[in-house]
């Protein structure tokens, strides 16, 4: 089983709609969680971090389920600037803490 | 400048030579980590260094490939005897953090585009 699994989508929405992502982590004692996006040809960018009460910044909304082992990004009135692949992260605690990515989520706002 | 620098930007090198990436991180983060990404494909990682702490090198997918850090600067990956499967992009991150916990964002640098001919 990977450490961090998401569905590579592509998830094609049409402009204003709401979508939301999902990502499963297998390593209980993860630590800390993030969501980056990553445009095309790019470096991933920091989107948002994750806390166990949930945040919300703007459109976005993170939550995060230590019980289920699960992190979800909701985007809100999805812009076509939205489009990009959106990444799953997760610290493994422990002696090191190494950032471990999914693989991503795909998102294409269609006008 | 205050973000990652990587350098060089783009490699074009022939299969059985070996390359070398180098990866300035911002000043004072003590993490730096190494990862590879094929066209399409996720982040791999390769290779985490914190402060002083041995490296944690569970990434590296053979023993071609090595990386070192000085102190807290300059990190450089070496690929020896390159192969056409070692075409990707090599992106280099830092980040801070506070008890062993990151606390802070991860920031990348713009990566290496390597092309194995």
């Known amino acids: 089983r990977k450490e961090v699994e998401q569905d590579p989508g592509p998830f094609n929405v049409p402009e204003g709609a709401t979508v939301a992502f999902n990502c499963t982590y297998s390593?209980?004692?993860?630590?800390?969680f993030f969501w980056y996006r990553q445009d095309c040809r790019k470096e991933p960018k920091l989107l948002m971090s994750?806390?166990?009460s949930g945040n919300e910044d703007g459109r976005f909304t993170a939550q995060l389920n230590r019980a289920s082992q699960y992190i979800s990004l909701l985007i809100r009135d999805s812009k076509l600037s939205d489009s990009a692949t959106y990444l799953c992260?997760?610290?493994?605690?422990?002696?090191?803490?190494?950032?471990?990515f999914g693989t991503g989520t795909l998102l294409a706002v269609q006008p | 400048g205050a973000g990652v620098s990587q350098s060089p930007s783009n490699k074009v090198t022939e299969k059985g030579k070996d390359v070398e990436l180098r990866c300035d991180p911002i000043?004072?983060?003590?993490?730096l980590y190494w990862y590879r990404q094929r066209l399409g494909q996720g982040l791999e990682f390769l290779i985490y260094?914190?402060?002083?702490?041995?490296?944690?090198k569970s990434g590296l997918p053979s023993d071609r490939f090595s990386a070192e850090r000085t102190g807290e600067s300059v990190s450089t990956l070496t690929i020896q005897r390159t192969q056409q499967e070692d075409s990707a992009v090599y992106l280099c991150?830092?980040?801070?953090?506070?008890?062993?916990?990151?606390?802070?964002?991860?920031?990348f640098g713009q990566g290496t585009r390597l092309t194995v001919v």
């Open positions: 994750v806390y166990s």
């Open positions: 260094f914190q402060g002083n702490s041995a490296p944690d």
């Open positions: 991150a830092s980040s801070s953090h506070r008890d062993r916990v990151l606390r802070t964002e991860a920031f």
């Open positions: 000043s004072g983060h003590t993490a």
């Open positions: 390593n209980s004692a993860s630590q800390s």
């Open positions: 992260v997760v610290t493994i605690g422990g002696a090191t803490n190494k950032l471990i």
